[in-house]
């Protein structure tokens, strides 16, 4: 009897002893969003991550996208937790479904203005539900560090950003890297929120001081060099171009900081070259390619 009841409570101790270090693993994760993926990443979270889009920069399996779910990946890659950036429109109904009979917890996580990417980091590690192997602080404070008020921004305002020329997109101010724009010193000349498209008139209506243009595909390189309509436009009516290769601006994760570093210096470049009165290119470098985006005419350099 003592023997059973010794053997017994040893049986209790490694089934305790297997459920705190079951507590302890960490989840394997699904990610929907290029953000959310890069984030779980930076936080030291990259092997648990099995499954991703194929815009994310990841070597985990492609699950597909929240339009185009491929579930049977998903479910072989045996994820306990599915992140997606939170929208109006939530998850689609098959992973709701799957999620509900597989047991898999489904976490929103906002990504869409500038607090949100602030807040980013400790979101992923509160979904996760443990502490990360590198601290959401470090990602925090360098996001901050690039936020600080900067000169350029300051001389090259009131500016309008822009994603595309033709047609003619620009960034709403209520988006995350018009409200960066902000936080660095920098004014809109652009009030309207979302991601509207304006024509010529409307564009210039707004009176800027400077137009500078975000180009994230090396497909528009080519293209936002030329300037051809908007930047004869801008010549005339004595309105600073500048356009800028940095995809990292786009994606509202930790690569955003590193887009910022590379934002500032390139203004500051482009804020020396207007005060020396040089049409120098303004270049910008992205890892291993480099591309130079040319200022048009001497009225371009003109504030």
Not at 105 to 111: K, N, Y
Not at 148 to 154: G, K, L, V
Not at 276 to 295: C, H, M
């Amino acid at each position: 009897m003592l023997m059973a009841l010794l053997v017994a409570a040893c049986h209790d101790e490694d089934a305790l002893q297997t459920l705190a270090n079951s507590s302890n693993t960490t989840p394997l994760i699904a990610s929907f969003s290029p953000a959310l993926s890069a984030t779980v990443v930076a936080l030291g979270w990259e092997k648990a991550l099995v499954g991703r889009t194929p815009w994310c920069n990841s070597t985990a399996p492609i699950v597909g996208s929240l339009n185009d779910v491929d579930l049977e990946t998903l479910m072989r890659t045996k994820a306990t937790l599915i992140l997606i950036q939170k929208t109006k429109a939530g998850a689609p109904p098959q992973i709701e479904q799957v999620a509900l009979a597989k047991d898999w917890r489904l976490e929103f996580i906002p990504a869409t203005s500038l607090d949100d990417i602030r807040h980013l980091p400790v979101a992923v590690e509160k979904a996760v539900g443990q502490p990360a192997p590198i601290s959401p602080t470090l990602l925090v404070d360098a996001l901050e560090q690039q936020l600080t008020p900067c000169a350029a921004a300051q001389k090259l305002s009131p500016a309008i950003l822009l994603y595309s020329e033709e047609p003619v997109g620009a960034f709403g101010s209520d988006t995350y890297l018009a409200q960066a724009w902000v936080a660095m010193g920098g004014t809109l000349a652009l009030t309207n929120k979302g991601n509207p498209n304006l024509s010529m008139e409307e564009l210039f209506a707004t009176q800027p001081k400077s137009i500078i243009v975000i180009v994230g595909a090396v497909g528009d390189i080519d293209h936002a060099q030329s300037h051809d309509v908007l930047g004869d436009a801008c010549a005339k009516r004595g309105v600073s171009l500048l356009a800028l290769y940095a995809p990292q601006l786009l994606l509202p994760g930790p690569e955003f900081t590193t887009g910022l570093k590379l934002f500032r210096v390139e203004i500051q470049k482009f804020c020396v070259a207007q005060a020396q009165d040089i049409q120098a290119p303004v270049t910008t470098q992205v890892g291993a390619l480099e591309v130079t985006a040319e200022k048009n005419s001497q009225g371009a350099n003109k504030p």
